[in-house]
T-cell receptor, first 114, second 113 residues
Framework: GQQLNQSPQSMFIQEGEDVSMNCTSS?????WLWYKQDPGEGPVLLIA?????ELTSNGRLTAQFGITRKDSFLNISASIPSDVGIYFC??????????????FGSGTQLTVLP | DTEVTQTPKHLVMGMTNKKSLKCEQH?????MYWYKQKAKKPPELMFV???????INESVPSRFSPECPNSSLLNLHLHALQPEDSALYLC????????????FGSGTRLTVV
């Protein structure tokens, strides 16, 4: 199926450093989501963005919904070991009825070195 | 209750077995989803249920059979699977009338031998 262009594919950083990752799409989305997934677990929603240009923070996480509605970035400040995992962006569209469809990025594997 | 609960957490089955995966949520969400995820890949949509009716089947082989017996439960019946069907199977739900993101369960790790 369709995927968003997410970069970088992987990152190795030192504890305490800041991290930035982004997603781009050829299609417009009305909602952008950022999920984190730990090994053997399901994705956990970190931040949801609902309006073009919106900048939202959740603790050390900051994400923005691009003005064109075709891109988003996620920043993590002062990384810690528990930030390790795979980060997925997802664009969301409504479907007929109550459902919504997510299109996922390919993921960014983050490794934090002590 | 803000969780999606999936059982079992791990399942090993032979290619001739019949098994079922179960998903439950009590958040009043009326859309529920099944996803399949291979290692280090994003989740891939399999089925969408809206108000307990199947609304999307992403060309999934018939050896996977979904069922939504009520607004809180979603099952995935498995029969005659292949080794390449081994994956993490994720259930998710979403709230009607909002743009809030999905809530995912922790998944069932399926191994077909």
């Amino acid at each position: 199926g369709q995927q968003l262009n997410q970069s970088p594919q992987s990152m190795f950083i030192q504890e305490g450093e800041d991290v930035s990752m982004n997603c781009t799409s050829s299609s417009i989305f009305n909602t952008w989501l950022w999920y984190k997934q730990d090994p053997g677990e399901g994705p956990v929603l970190l931040i949801a963005l609902y309006k073009a240009g919106e900048l939202t923070s959740n603790g050390r996480l900051t994400a923005q919904f691009g003005i064109t509605r075709k891109d988003s970035f996620l920043n993590i400040s002062a990384s810690i070991p528990s930030d390790v995992g795979i980060y997925f962006c997802a664009g969301q569209r409504g479907l007929a009825g109550s459902a919504r469809q997510l299109t996922f990025g390919s993921g960014t594997q983050l490794t934090v070195l002590p | 209750d803000t969780e999606v609960t999936q059982t079992p957490k791990h399942l090993v089955m032979g290619m001739t077995n019949k098994k079922s995966l179960k998903c439950e949520q009590h958040m009043g969400h009326r859309a529920m989803y099944w996803y399949k995820q291979k290692a280090k890949k994003p989740p891939e949509l399999m089925f969408v249920y809206s108000y307990e009716k199947l609304s999307i089947n992403e060309s999934v082989p018939s050896r996977f059979s979904p069922e939504c017996p009520n607004s809180s439960l979603l099952n995935l019946h498995l029969h005659a699977l292949q080794p390449e069907d081994s994956a993490l199977y994720l259930c998710a739900s979403s709230q009607v009338g909002t743009n809030y993101g999905y809530t995912f369960g922790s998944g069932t790790r399926l191994t077909v031998v």
